[in-house]
């Protein structure tokens, strides 16, 4: 069993910073691709952004030149750092990780979800 849990959203006001969290634990023999998606009220889950084994980074339109994602290996950490957030970025982010567990099976895990609200 693999499990992600995420931390740091919260309330920011626009303009702001927060930093997303997330550890991927269990049986884990290794670990993939990470990423952040998003789902705000009333809309469908989107990417946000992706980084692969090799730490080659993609991310949404909407969020390129603002956020950044990277990752930490030893600790099997991803990271989301958001600046200059928009009210439009209010949503719950969810984080995924394409895992290679100690029993040799392909896992899709996802965390259970932070808020992130902007709002002045």
């Known amino acids: 069993q693999v499990q992600l849990v995420e931390s740091g959203g919260g309330l920011v006001q626009p303009g702001g910073s927060l930093r997303l969290s997330c550890i991927a634990s269990?049986?884990?023999?290794?670990?993939?691709?990470m990423g952040w998606y998003r789902q705000a009220p009333g809309k469908q889950r989107e990417l946000v952004a992706r980084i692969s084994s090799s730490s080659s980074t993609n991310y949404a339109d909407s969020v390129k030149g603002r956020f950044l994602i990277s990752r930490d290996n030893a600790k099997n950490t991803v990271y989301l750092q958001m600046n200059s957030l928009k009210p439009e970025d209010t949503a719950v982010y969810y984080c995924?990780?394409?895992?290679?567990?100690?029993?040799?099976?392909?896992?899709?895990?996802w965390g259970q979800g932070t808020q992130v609200t902007v709002s002045s």
């Open positions: 269990g049986s884990i023999f290794s670990i993939n691709a």
């Open positions: 995924n990780a394409h895992i290679f567990t100690s029993s040799y099976l392909n896992t899709d895990a």
